[in-house]
């Protein structure tokens, strides 16, 4: 009988053996579809560099004329919508909205000009200073001492440099000097 009884353990023991197998292999075949994921990294943790904002004026032909924060390296149609969008009065076609906002700079909304002013019956005289910024090639070969050519280079250096931030960048541009711009100076504006 002694033969029966190593039988009989030997038997439970390899049960207990088998079970114990199964288990393991049931566990690891069940967490071999689940992905690993990885714990976050600690840089995620710390907080986001603050935005950097620049201060625009946005003054014309606007809902909300006034001092408005952008982000930096947000466009001249992101100035007008904060300020409440165009009013209906405004010509949009003198503004370049997708200029970028230089910080300080005062964005100008003209508005239409009237229907006399249109077809040349209104009176002639300047109805103030040249805005640099919204001013189209014929506005400024308007000014004293400025041809084509030189207009032509004021709206260049305007699409590459951003908005004028000062009369005193036109310095800046081939063919304007000192004297022309003290000559400039008080007929145009940023």
Same mark, same amino acid.
Request: zero cysteines; glycine letters at 8%; hydrophobic letters at 50%.
């Given at each position: 009988?002694? !033969?029966?009884?190593?039988?009989?353990?030997?038997?439970?023991?390899?049960?207990?053996?088998?079970?114990?197998?199964?288990?393991?292999?049931?566990?690891?075949?069940?967490? =071999?579809?689940?992905?690993?994921? $990885?714990?976050?990294? $600690?840089?995620?943790?710390?907080?986001?560099a603050p935005t950097q904002l620049v201060v625009v004026d946005v003054v014309g032909a606007v809902r909300r004329a006034?001092?408005?924060?952008?982000?930096?390296?947000?466009?001249?149609?992101?100035? +007008?919508?904060?300020?409440?969008?165009?009013?209906?009065? =405004? !010509?949009?076609?003198?503004?370049?909205? $997708?200029?970028?906002?230089?910080? /300080?700079?005062?964005?100008? +909304?003209?508005?239409?000009?009237?229907?006399? $002013?249109?077809? @040349?019956? %209104?009176?002639?005289?300047? @109805? @103030?200073?040249?805005?640099?910024?919204?001013?189209?090639?014929?506005?400024?070969?308007?000014?004293? /001492?400025?041809?084509?050519?030189?207009?032509?280079?004021?709206?260049?250096?305007?699409?590459?440099?951003?908005?004028? =931030?000062?009369?005193?960048?036109?310095? %800046?541009?081939? @063919?304007?000097?000192?004297?022309?711009?003290?000559?400039?100076?008080?007929?145009? =504006?940023?």
């Amino acid at each position: 009988m002694p !033969d029966v009884q190593l039988s009989r353990r030997s038997l439970v023991l390899g049960a207990l053996a088998l079970a114990l197998a199964l288990t393991l292999a049931s566990r690891l075949l069940r967490d =071999a579809g689940t992905a690993y994921e $990885a714990p976050a990294p $600690a840089v995620a943790t710390r907080p986001a560099a603050p935005t950097q904002l620049v201060v625009v004026d946005v003054v014309g032909a606007v809902r909300r004329a006034g001092l408005y924060r952008l982000p930096q390296g947000s466009r001249i149609a992101d100035a +007008v919508a904060r300020a409440g969008g165009a009013t209906k009065k =405004a !010509d949009l076609a003198l503004v370049n909205l $997708a200029a970028p906002v230089a910080d /300080g700079t005062q964005i100008v +909304v003209p508005a239409r000009a009237a229907a006399g $002013a249109a077809d @040349g019956t %209104a009176s002639s005289a300047p @109805g @103030g200073p040249v805005h640099l910024n919204t001013a189209t090639l014929q506005d400024l070969d308007a000014l004293p /001492g400025v041809g084509p050519v030189t207009a032509q280079k004021i709206l260049d250096y305007r699409q590459q440099h951003g908005a004028f =931030a000062s009369v005193d960048e036109l310095d %800046a541009i081939p @063919g304007i000097g000192p004297k022309r711009l003290d000559q400039l100076r008080d007929l145009v =504006a940023p």
